[in-house]
T-cell receptor, first 114, second 114 residues
């Protein structure tokens, strides 16, 4: 009963470094998304995917890349980290259909860029 | 564009006090409305939802009624417990760019003291 699994839980980067935040779900959800959470601003959508091979930009996509080669995995890449990307990142997948709409969130990645 | 506005926190209450967290929204069409809760160190979890006007969502003693005339979805609980201490997010589901997207409010932190 894993749900949405995010790794790592914590990460510290230097400006200009690159890294990938991993996200995997085992619920066969087509829709997956990445959010960042900043104080006083709630959650803002970075990128989302409605199925394998399909991705699109959200509200704050600059500085981030995504890909969706399988239904299960939706990694988020920072190609050249900047201090403005210090935040808490959440991956989510969405249940739809007869069971009703509901987002399942991972436990988050706290990222600091120095 | 579509948006969600929540009352600013933190909200500090004594155990067994009544809780109201205000939420208003702006949206075209007929969005579904949600309350998500984030306990310390965890990702968000769906608390309750309502999919049409006058619907009441309820869970764990919390309630919220979808009021189309006032574009509101206020969260209420008659008697809070220390374990209710968390951050509460109001959200709406909107159809944009061909897909459903969730838009979150900024979150309201609730602290309940014994």
């Amino acid at each position: 009963n894993a749900g949405v699994t995010q790794t790592p839980k914590f990460q510290v980067l230097k400006t200009g470094q690159s890294m990938t935040l991993q996200c995997a779900q085992d619920m066969n959800h087509e829709y997956m998304s990445w959010y960042r959470q900043d104080p006083g601003m709630g959650l803002r959508l970075i990128h989302y995917s409605v199925g394998a091979g399909i991705t699109d930009q959200g509200e704050v996509p600059n500085g981030y890349n995504v890909s969706r080669s399988t239904t299960e995995d939706f990694p988020l890449r920072l190609l050249s980290a900047a201090p403005s990307q210090t935040s808490v990142y959440f991956c989510a997948s969405r249940q739809t259909g007869l069971l009703g709409e509901k987002l399942f969130f991972g436990s988050g990645t706290q990222l600091s860029v120095l | 564009g579509d948006s969600v506005t929540q009352m600013e926190g933190p909200v500090t209450l004594s155990e067994e006090a009544c809780l109201t967290i205000n939420c208003t929204y702006t949206a075209t069409g007929y969005p579904s409305l949600f309350w998500y809760v984030q306990y310390p160190g965890e990702g968000l979890q769906l608390l309750l939802k309502a999919t049409k006007a006058d619907d009441k969502g309820s869970n764990k003693g919390f309630e919220a009624t979808y009021r189309k005339e006032t574009t509101s979805f206020h969260l209420e609980k008659g008697s809070v417990q220390v374990s209710d201490s968390a951050v509460y997010f109001c959200a709406l589901s909107t159809f944009s760019g061909g897909y459903n997207k969730l838009i979150f409010g900024a979150g309201t932190r609730l602290a309940v003291h014994p």
